[in-house]
């Protein structure tokens, strides 16, 4: 077969411009498989005692904030595990600026960040999940409890606060 100089000219363009796009596709693959591998919600309940998932929207809709309990360590602790979405996604946001207030009777008996030495300081979550170790406050009282989240600070920025509330019964 001859091949006139304008279609051999041609084919070695489709020739260097097949391998060009294939490299780029295998690359945005491999880009969104890590994404995704290491930002869903999955992650986040592993480990609950019983799978309980209960979710609230700030209340300037900044953030989805997740809570679920977890298995207790021993007799005089109780968990919790926090995480926050990016509002109508199913991906975590990372870097979250935050507090984890208990109140019963409308009286607070716990706040996460005294427990650090620096009780005006947020906790910070870096992956977009963090486990609350609860160590100062008997939960075998029986009752209604309030968990409030106030959010300080989403990727190094401070937002005017925002909070989300959950009612617990023990």
């Given at each position: 077969?001859?091949?006139s100089?304008?279609?051999d000219?041609?084919?070695?363009?489709?020739?260097?411009?097949?391998?060009?796009?294939?490299?780029?596709?295998?690359?945005?693959?491999?880009?969104?498989?890590?994404?995704?591998?290491?930002?869903?919600?999955?992650?986040?309940?592993?480990?609950?005692?019983?799978?309980?998932?209960?979710?609230?929207?700030?209340?300037?809709?900044?953030?989805?904030v997740?809570?679920?309990?977890?298995?207790?360590t021993?007799?005089?602790?109780?968990?919790?595990?926090?995480?926050?979405?990016?509002?109508?996604?199913?991906?975590?946001?990372?870097?979250?600026?935050?507090?984890?207030?208990?109140?019963?009777?409308?009286?607070?008996?716990?706040?996460?960040?005294?427990?650090?030495?620096?009780?005006?300081?947020p906790?910070?979550?870096?992956p977009?999940?963090?486990?609350?170790?609860?160590?100062?406050?008997?939960?075998?009282?029986?009752?209604?409890?309030?968990?409030?989240?106030?959010?300080?600070?989403?990727?190094?920025?401070?937002?005017?606060?925002?909070?989300?509330?959950?009612?617990?019964?023990?």
């Amino acid at each position: 077969m001859i091949l006139s100089r304008n279609n051999d000219n041609c084919l070695q363009d489709h020739v260097k411009i097949a391998p060009t796009t294939a490299m780029l596709v295998l690359t945005i693959i491999l880009i969104t498989t890590i994404h995704n591998s290491n930002t869903s919600i999955p992650a986040f309940a592993s480990n609950n005692n019983n799978g309980t998932v209960l979710r609230s929207l700030t209340n300037g809709s900044s953030l989805e904030v997740l809570l679920a309990p977890l298995p207790n360590t021993a007799d005089e602790e109780t968990q919790f595990r926090v995480g926050f979405l990016q509002p109508n996604k199913t991906e975590l946001q990372e870097h979250v600026d935050f507090n984890f207030i208990v109140l019963k009777n409308g009286k607070e008996v716990f706040r996460a960040s005294n427990q650090t030495g620096q009780p005006n300081v947020p906790l910070h979550s870096i992956p977009g999940t963090m486990d609350i170790p609860i160590f100062a406050y008997d939960f075998q009282k029986t009752g209604e409890y309030t968990i409030k989240i106030p959010v300080f600070g989403i990727l190094f920025n401070p937002i005017q606060p925002e909070e989300s509330e959950f009612r617990i019964r023990y």
